[in-house]
């Protein structure tokens, strides 16, 4: 099966996105290119250590490099600046250089995490962005946000720091446990919504072959999807506007995240709700037609995704609090993406309190 | 006394330097120019506080801002992942939000934690810094360069942040303890040595000005560094090339510091001692002349620095290791700048093991 490029232009931090079967294998090879110096450092968890550490590690060897192997444990735990500290320490007794460079094995948590330590090593050192995650290949590994969680909320501490490469083997998906599967298949759904109306429809009437992990129709998806944050992020590289629209269904989702204990729901699952409700809010505030919400709802559930959640009072102001300790609030507003069609979102939307109670009062239960 | 201004020009990123007495109480007025946030923090130490934090918090509360004010503890010790971490808490505390911005406060030590966590505090936030000692008004609160230390080493994890403006406030250097202000000249004394032979002479020939802290001298001394500064980061900003002569006297000085635990030697006379061993090589490597050399040790030994250093056969080890880890090392090979005369310096310099050794033995005993 043929590799897909997606070029990221952003002058001198342009880079590829590389999409096909077999890349890991090839991962020395590639970093070859990139002309960086042979000391490098892989950052994995211990439940993709364990599968793919090893031909990465074999890979960088053949060409020369002299990896050292960093293991955080898994889950979104280890996006915490404890492991941020372990990792320096690891890098600083490999005595990592300037030229060095670090890859970030795994999904979102250890791209996430990775890529900060990079940015901030010794002032920032390159890295390459091998997600192992259908929600990495899609999302996180692309566009150069990377950071960690405080115990007041999700990503308060980052930079944007540009990966050199992005290699999205399709071969690591195959081992994917099917909650995580879906769980990516959330932000696959919100590229459909935020620019491309017609990738909606393939998700709507072919569901079922990415269910099947399809390979042709999977490379063709992640492809696009990438393509579409490419151009949202060349855009718009440090979020000072269009690249807002990438937080549809977000500040809802790392609120309910962030109430729920990290880790209770993944990711993709907290913004299946997140962007649910969010389509709701959009029928009241920016025109989005009752049916465009429920054919939203509907996908979402049709790929096994929760789109909606109970909560009693207490747990209602709790996510409502964690809704202005996000990034985006600004003068103590927070800020939404709402939808005006599907295809088509726009930002930096205010919604009335007393709506925004409604909606997580109803949630779904008059569109479905 | 009139204020000086310096313009650092970096585009989307250029902002001013003040120089000048009683800037601290018209903080609040600077800060209204800038166009920012309401909400805002300063950091400052347990020292500097106590004189200081009062009135800069007022001058922001007269305009109309909503400071939080955060204490971190005095001494070198503060720049530590720790300290990072105490400092998101009590920002996320105050809600400060990505128009938000922060003030720093105190020394160097104070302007690069408080640096760090504006630079990665919600991926970056804008900061002021108001140096109040000479060291950090001469260097450290201009250019950008921010960070922490490891326990392997100094400013090992950092990031490049202009502030949005800085206000050297002369009055703050009233009640600078003498042995910090000596420390200050030393840094005074590397521009002369990098950049500008005829300020190399002011302080040869005025020195005993400097050391009266005469408030037009010292303004014009103060402005003139922050201009070379200023033209060298400008020039370089993120240390690719000419921005490394910066660092003249400190790959030895940083190692000083490293092995004998941070806070024994002052910085300044770390780098004291550095500079005297880099004219020391200079004289071997790159032709500086022998009685140019002797001029940087006695311009410096009269500002009651030090200019030597006596080790042990195992402390020179554990220096030139600490010298490895630096971070301008490229394939395991440590860079010097060095002198090829007074006012130019070249950087990139290799010095043979067996030089490097003996320098350390013999140091400036046959030179002064």
């Not at 999700?154 to 990966?163: C, D």
């Not at 989702?253 to 699952?269: Q, T, V």
Request: charged share 20%; proline share 4%; aromatic share 6%.
């Amino acid at each position: 099966m043929d590799v897909r490029t997606v070029n990221v232009p952003l002058g001198s931090r342009s880079y590829v996105i590389k999409i096909g079967e077999g890349l890991l294998r090839e991962l020395g090879r590639h970093c070859a290119r990139l002309g960086l110096g042979s000391r490098c450092a892989i950052i994995t968890d211990t439940n993709v250590g364990k599968r793919f550490a090893k031909p990465a590690f074999d890979s960088l060897v053949r060409e020369g490099f002299d990896p050292a192997l960093v293991i955080v444990p898994a889950g979104e735990n280890a996006k915490s600046l404890k492991s941020v500290q372990a990792c320096y320490n690891q890098l600083a007794a490999h005595r990592l250089e300037r030229r060095s460079f670090m890859v970030a094995l795994g999904g979102g948590v250890v791209g996430d995490l990775a890529g900060f330590v990079a940015a901030t090593y010794l002032r920032g050192i390159p890295f390459v962005q091998v997600p192992t995650t259908l929600l990495a290949q899609v999302d996180s590994s692309v566009g150069g946000k990377v950071g960690v969680n405080l115990p007041a909320g999700k990503n308060l501490v980052g930079a944007f720091h540009q990966p050199r490469l992005v290699l999205c083997d399709l071969d690591t998906l195959k081992t994917l446990p099917e909650r995580e599967f879906r769980s990516g298949l959330a932000e696959v759904v919100k590229y459909g919504v935020i620019y491309d109306g017609g990738l909606f429809k393939r998700l709507e009437h072919h569901g079922d072959r990415l269910l099947a992990r399809e390979g042709g129709f999977l490379t063709a998806v992640i492809a696009r999807c990438c393509e579409i944050k490419a151009a949202v992020v060349v855009e718009d590289e440090t979020e000072g506007g269009l690249r807002q629209i990438l937080n549809f269904g977000h500040t809802i989702g790392h609120a309910i995240e962030a109430i729920s204990g990290y880790g209770k729901y993944l990711h993709g699952e907290a913004i299946a709700i997140g962007q649910t409700l969010a389509a709701c809010l959009s029928t009241h505030v920016t025109g989005l037609p009752r049916a465009d919400a429920i054919r939203i709802g509907n996908v979402l559930a049709g790929f096994g995704l929760p789109n909606r959640i109970r909560l009693g009072a207490p747990q209602k102001r709790r996510l409502l609090a964690a809704m202005r300790l996000d990034k985006k609030v600004s003068n103590g507003q927070i800020q939404f993406v709402l939808a005006e069609r599907i295809g088509k979102v726009v930002w930096g939307q205010r919604v009335p309190e007393a709506l925004l109670q409604r909606t997580l009062n109803s949630q779904l239960s008059n569109l479905d």
